[in-house]
């Protein structure tokens, strides 16, 4: 499994935007292009929700309705890292953000089943308020 970090976070006004950041670690080296990588979120009260996904080469990126025309999501492989760049960004957007790396191929039909994801980070908390 690899080891995974996220970080930007923050407390924002509603149009802003943030970009969140995922490091993976294996072994104490930077590793997560053999991943592909999915941004989740769960909000006060509910239950996670997936975001967006790219696959390991970054050839294909799948992203859920509540993200598309906001939410990029992208990678870096020099920096074993995967950004989620968020743009107007609104209150109901507020949660702990997550993400998850799998070693199968992410596709059309389970980009967003949690189940397929092996290693999760801790979180990073967005809070979106005026």
């Known amino acids: 499994q690899v080891q995974l970090v996220e970080s930007g976070g923050g407390l924002v006004q509603p149009g802003s935007s943030l970009r969140l950041s995922c490091t993976g670690f294996r072994f104490d080296r930077f590793e997560l292009d053999a991943y592909a990588v999915g941004w989740f979120r769960q909000a006060p009260g509910k239950g996670r929700e997936a975001i967006a996904s790219?696959?390991?080469?970054?050839?294909?990126?799948y992203y859920a309705d509540v993200g598309k025309g906001r939410f990029t999501i992208s990678r870096e492989s020099a920096e074993s890292t995967v950004h989620l760049q968020m743009n107007n960004l609104k209150p109901d957007d507020t949660a702990a953000y997550f993400c998850?790396?799998?070693?199968?191929?992410?596709?059309?039909?389970?980009?967003?089943?949690?189940?397929?994801?092996?290693?999760w980070g801790q979180g990073t908390q967005v809070t979106v308020s005026s």
């Open positions: 790219v696959s390991k080469s970054a050839g294909r990126r």
């Open positions: 998850a790396a799998r070693s199968s191929m992410a596709g059309a039909g389970d980009w967003d089943d949690e189940a397929k994801y092996d290693s």
